[in-house]
């Protein structure tokens, strides 16, 4: 199985910073992957999602070493609007997503259909689809500077997805949502994944990214902390040095174990607690 992105030896200081908010990182996501990225506040997550579809350094200047290869382009050589046929990026705002010159919702989602010149009846059978799979088929005739952090979020998200892309890279793209809101995102999401689109998310829900990511990396201050499996990584005894709590279905298994009422070993999936739990209380 092929690389969809390959992260080679990547630094990256911000115009007029004192320090890198990259250091030589090194990874690779496979075609397929639901590989989530995880880390503290300023640990340079949103920096490397940027970095993924070319907005560092073509958009956010500063001073760069080594490469990201997407699907085999290298995003230092391709401009932003060539990685965009590969690529999209769902951001921590939605309220940066938006155009802004679209009077309507339905024209917000074609808007990037219309610089690439998809056919209007294309256009318009896309615009349908995803208004109906964000559920905002309902706000297609609003104009979107009108919409709640919510509606914005959908909008964002289907606008980015509209384009089709093989990667789909989320930035916390649930942080306007309500928590049944940010589910439903995540089943369309998960949905994605199991039709081959290659799924890159950055969450702070540490009981989701266990139970459903491929793999898992932990960045603080800018380096790879860990990376591997939710078992490995999760599992490891520093993990809080870097600014991550272990899953609560983690954290039960293993009290349990260590308190000899349980023969479970400490297990991320809420499965494994579940069980623990049960065989604890018989």
Do not use: W
């Amino acid at each position: 199985m092929s690389a969809s992105i390959a992260v080679r030896n990547f630094s990256f200081e911000y115009q007029g910073a004192d320090a890198r908010a990259l250091k030589n990182v090194n990874f690779e996501i496979m075609k397929g992957d639901f590989f989530c990225i995880i880390g503290a506040n300023g640990a340079g997550k949103s920096t490397l999602c940027n970095a993924f579809v070319g907005l560092v350094p073509h958009y956010f200047s500063g001073k760069i070493r080594g490469d990201i290869l997407v699907e085999g382009k290298s995003m230092r050589q391709s401009t932003v609007a060539q990685l965009s046929e590969t690529i999209g990026l769902v951001f921590q705002n939605p309220f940066n997503q938006l155009s802004y010159t679209a009077g309507t919702v339905a024209e917000e989602l074609a808007y990037s259909l219309g610089n690439r010149g998809i056919a209007y009846e294309e256009m318009e059978r896309r615009v349908q689809d995803v208004a109906r799979m964000m559920r905002i088929d309902d706000i297609l005739d609003r104009n979107p500077a009108e919409l709640s952090g919510g509606q914005v979020q959908r909008v964002a998200f289907g606008s980015t997805f509209i384009m089709q892309p093989e990667i789909l890279v989320l930035d916390e793209c649930t942080t306007q949502l309500d928590p049944m809101g940010g589910e439903e995102i995540f089943d369309i999401v998960r949905r994605l994944n199991e039709r081959g689109v290659t799924i890159v998310m950055v969450d702070h829900d540490m009981e989701r990214v266990a139970e459903h990511a491929d793999k898992v990396m932990v960045l603080d201050r800018g380096k790879v902390a860990a990376l591997g499996t939710p078992q490995e990584v999760f599992s490891a005894a520093d993990l809080d040095v870097h600014g991550v709590e272990a899953p609560d279905f983690l954290k039960i298994t293993r009290s349990l174990y260590e308190a000899g009422m349980s023969g479970h070993k400490p297990d991320v999936t809420q499965s494994g607690a579940i069980d623990a739990t049960r065989e604890a209380l018989c």
